[in-house]
Nanobody
Framework: QVQLVESGGGSVQAGGSLRLSCAAS????????MAWFRQAPGKEREAVAH????????YYAASVEGRFTLSRDIAKNTVYLQMDSLQPEDTAMYYC?????????????????WGQGTQVTVSA
């Protein structure tokens, strides 16, 4: 099973930026659908962005498109989420997830490997 470790969360003011990292071990990130999810207090976990295996097609949720950028460094076996123009509504615990196979569903239950999460807090 792929193992995932996130880093890079923190507290910023609205309009600021953060970059999250998700380092994978045991298997290459190019072999999995790699996704970022987030969960705010009292809310369900929601998909933020994902990158498909092999060809690296990238999807963004409408709420973050144009502000967040997902990238993959195969040599470092790491996936990144660059978050710009952060807003208070982006405040959440952010999780990296991986799923075998060729598809990248939005449902969190479809992902078998998860990191421990990293907190992002955006103040107004």
């Amino acid at each position: 099973q792929v193992q995932l470790v996130e880093s890079g969360g923190g507290s910023v003011q609205a309009g600021g930026s953060l970059r999250l990292s998700c380092a994978a071990s045991r298997y290459s990130v190019s072999a999995f659908c790699m996704a970022w999810f987030r969960q705010a207090p009292g809310k369900e976990r929601e998909a933020v962005a994902h990158i498909s295996p092999i060809f690296g097609n990238i999807y963004y949720a409408a709420s973050v498109e144009g502000r967040f950028t997902l990238s993959r460094d195969i040599a470092k076996n790491t996936v990144y989420l660059q978050m710009d123009s952060l807003q208070p509504e982006d405040t959440a615990m952010y999780y990296c997830a991986a799923r075998g196979g060729s598809s990248c569903p939005e449902a969190s239950g479809e992902y078998s490997a998860w990191g421990q999460g990293t907190q992002v807090t955006v103040s107004a």
